[in-house]
């Protein structure tokens, strides 16, 4: 029937009893579904994680110029990867960075939300902000 038509013969399901199969265009389906999946990347937006490190000891200006950072990248819709490095006796009062970082979350409160607390992993503090859901 397919040759008549001048159609393919497709095996949709080959271990089904008995084997299912369709009559159809089988070069046309492939385009078809290319095309679909070329569509699809194309309204996708990739999410990158930006960074933005701090110090144990940054100043009232640096600070803020780390939050607007964090804003732009944000806004942008990416994610934000927020690193304190510990150099020498700073590692031995963790509170710090802690404190640090509960500031710095609550500075990028209105627009960002935290997605993983504060953790101190080694000698480097990490906490990662994620844009606010705009659902409402």
Known sequence: MAAEQGLDLVKIAGKAVPPVCK??????????????????????H???I?????????????????VAHAQRFVNSGNKVKVSIRFKGRETGHPEI????????????????????PAKLDGRCMLMFLAPKSKAK
């Open 97 to 116: 960075g802690y404190d640090l970082m509960k500031r710095f979350s609550e500075s990028c409160g209105e627009f960002a939300s935290v997605e993983r």
């Open 46 to 48: 990739v999410v990158d």
């Open 50 to 66: 930006k960074e933005v490190r701090l110090s144990v000891n940054i100043d009232t200006h640096d600070f803020n110029t780390k």
């Open 23 to 44: 009559i159809m265009d089988y070069g046309k389906y492939r385009f078809e579904l290319s095309k679909k999946e070329k569509e699809s990347k194309k309204n996708q």
